[in-house]
C-alpha cells in the first residue's frame, strides 16, 4: 500500500483492527459504519446480501482519515470526507472497475463523492428525495402530559405485531424488504430492542426500537405508530421510554434519523432533547461505471 492511500480488505475485522478507533473516537457521525461493520462480525456477511462486503481505509502517515463500506446489493457508505478525499476514494474505486449503484453519508460528503464520481466515470448522480436529519440525545425531556398508558419491552407474544409494524416502517421509508417470520432473522430489524406503548387495557399502540450498544452509542431505530393512532402522544411517548432505556444501558450517546419532510417527528425529537447532528443525503448514480481496470 502506498503511505497516502485506501486499503481496501474483504475481512471486517481486518477493517476494525485499522479503523475501529477512529470509527469510536465520534461514534455520531461514524453510526453506519459502526452498525452495519458490527453486524457483518456478529453475523456474517451473507445474511444482508448476496455480494462480498468491501470495507476502506484512508491511511496517511499511520492515522486514519476516512472509511467507506459496501454490502452488495447496497450502496457505499462513506465516513465524513473532505472533497479532495472523496475524490481520492473515486479514482482508486473507478481504477479498481468498483460499480457504485449509490452512495450515502453527511449531506457534505454524499455530494462531493457523487460529483467526484461523475467526474471519474461519467455516472449521472440523482440525489433522493428523502433528506434525512442525524439527532443526538442532549438532555432526555419526557412529554407532558403523558398519553395514558405505560412503556413495556416487547416480549414473545409481541413478535407478530413487531414483524408487522416494522414491515409499515420500511415500506413508509422506501426500504424494499420483507418482513415476515422466514425472513426476520436476515433482516436488520431483528438484532434491536424494541420498546411498546400500551394503553391501559393493555392494547399495543406505538413501537420504537434501538440497536445494540456500539461504541458507547446506541441507535434508536424504528418509530412507528400506525396512522390512525397517530397524534395521540404514542410516539413521543414511547421514543422518551426506548432513549431512557438507552441510557439505562449505559449508553454515552444516543442518536437517531428523521426525514426532513416530515416537520412533525422533527419537532417532536427536539422537545425531547434531540439536537441535529448533520444532515444525510443519498444519490443514486443512473448507470454503473465502466470496467477501466
Given at each position: 500500500m502506498r503511505p497516502d492511500d485506501w486499503y481496501l480488505t474483504e475481512d471486517v475485522d481486518d477493517f476494525l483492527g485499522r479503523a475501529g478507533a477512529f470509527l469510536r473516537s465520534r461514534p455520531g457521525p461514524h453510526v453506519m459504519q459502526l452498525t452495519w461493520a458490527e453486524r457483518v462480525r456478529a453475523r456474517g456477511a451473507g445474511a444482508f446480501g448476496t455480494g462480498v462486503p468491501v470495507f476502506g481505509v484512508l491511511?496517511?502517515?499511520?492515522?486514519?482519515?476516512?472509511?467507506?463500506?459496501?454490502?452488495?446489493?447496497?450502496?457505499f457508505g462513506l465516513s465524513p470526507l473532505t472533497s479532495e478525499q472523496a475524490d481520492s476514494l473515486a479514482v482508486r474505486l473507478a481504477a479498481l472497475g468498483h460499480s457504485v449503484p449509490s452512495v450515502s453519508a453527511d449531506h457534505g460528503t454524499a455530494t462531493a463523492f457523487a460529483e467526484a464520481w461523475q467526474r471519474r466515470t461519467g455516472a449521472t448522480p440523482e440525489l433522493r428525495d428523502t433528506r434525512l436529519r442525524l439527532y443526538r440525545l442532549g438532555t432526555l425531556t419526557a412529554p407532558e402530559p403523558l398519553p395514558a398508558g405505560r412503556g413495556r419491552l416487547l416480549g414473545e407474544r409481541d413478535l407478530e405485531q413487531a414483524m408487522f409494524w416494522c414491515g409499515e416502517f420500511a415500506k413508509a421509508v422506501g426500504e424494499d424488504v420483507s418482513i415476515d417470520a422466514d425472513t426476520w432473522a436476515g433482516t436488520r430489524f431483528a438484532d434491536k430492542r424494541y420498546t411498546l406503548w400500551e394503553t391501559?387495557?393493555?392494547?399495543?399502540?406505538?413501537?420504537?426500537?434501538?440497536?445494540?450498544?456500539?461504541?458507547?452509542?446506541?441507535?434508536?431505530?424504528?418509530?412507528?405508530?400506525?396512522?390512525?393512532?397517530?397524534?395521540?402522544g404514542y410516539a413521543g411517548a414511547v421514543t422518551a421510554e426506548v432513549s431512557r432505556a438507552a441510557l439505562a444501558a449505559g449508553?454515552?450517546?444516543?442518536?437517531?434519523?428523521?426525514?426532513?419532510?416530515?416537520?412533525?417527528?422533527?419537532?417532536?425529537?427536539?422537545?425531547?432533547?434531540?439536537?441535529?447532528?448533520?444532515?444525510w443525503a443519498a444519490y443514486d448514480f443512473s448507470r454503473a461505471a465502466p470496467d477501466v481496470g
Amino acid at each position: 500500500m502506498r503511505p497516502d492511500d485506501w486499503y481496501l480488505t474483504e475481512d471486517v475485522d481486518d477493517f476494525l483492527g485499522r479503523a475501529g478507533a477512529f470509527l469510536r473516537s465520534r461514534p455520531g457521525p461514524h453510526v453506519m459504519q459502526l452498525t452495519w461493520a458490527e453486524r457483518v462480525r456478529a453475523r456474517g456477511a451473507g445474511a444482508f446480501g448476496t455480494g462480498v462486503p468491501v470495507f476502506g481505509v484512508l491511511e496517511r502517515a499511520g492515522e486514519v482519515h476516512g472509511t467507506f463500506f459496501r454490502l452488495p446489493p447496497r450502496g457505499f457508505g462513506l465516513s465524513p470526507l473532505t472533497s479532495e478525499q472523496a475524490d481520492s476514494l473515486a479514482v482508486r474505486l473507478a481504477a479498481l472497475g468498483h460499480s457504485v449503484p449509490s452512495v450515502s453519508a453527511d449531506h457534505g460528503t454524499a455530494t462531493a463523492f457523487a460529483e467526484a464520481w461523475q467526474r471519474r466515470t461519467g455516472a449521472t448522480p440523482e440525489l433522493r428525495d428523502t433528506r434525512l436529519r442525524l439527532y443526538r440525545l442532549g438532555t432526555l425531556t419526557a412529554p407532558e402530559p403523558l398519553p395514558a398508558g405505560r412503556g413495556r419491552l416487547l416480549g414473545e407474544r409481541d413478535l407478530e405485531q413487531a414483524m408487522f409494524w416494522c414491515g409499515e416502517f420500511a415500506k413508509a421509508v422506501g426500504e424494499d424488504v420483507s418482513i415476515d417470520a422466514d425472513t426476520w432473522a436476515g433482516t436488520r430489524f431483528a438484532d434491536k430492542r424494541y420498546t411498546l406503548w400500551e394503553t391501559p387495557d393493555g392494547t399495543p399502540v406505538s413501537i420504537a426500537g434501538m440497536n445494540p450498544l456500539i461504541g458507547g452509542q446506541i441507535q434508536v431505530d424504528v418509530v412507528y405508530t400506525p396512522a390512525h393512532l397517530r397524534g395521540r402522544g404514542y410516539a413521543g411517548a414511547v421514543t422518551a421510554e426506548v432513549s431512557r432505556a438507552a441510557l439505562a444501558a449505559g449508553a454515552r450517546d444516543v442518536v437517531l434519523f428523521a426525514d426532513l419532510s416530515n416537520p412533525t417527528s422533527n419537532a417532536l425529537y427536539q422537545r425531547l432533547g434531540y439536537r441535529t447532528l448533520t444532515d444525510w443525503a443519498a444519490y443514486d448514480f443512473s448507470r454503473a461505471a465502466p470496467d477501466v481496470g
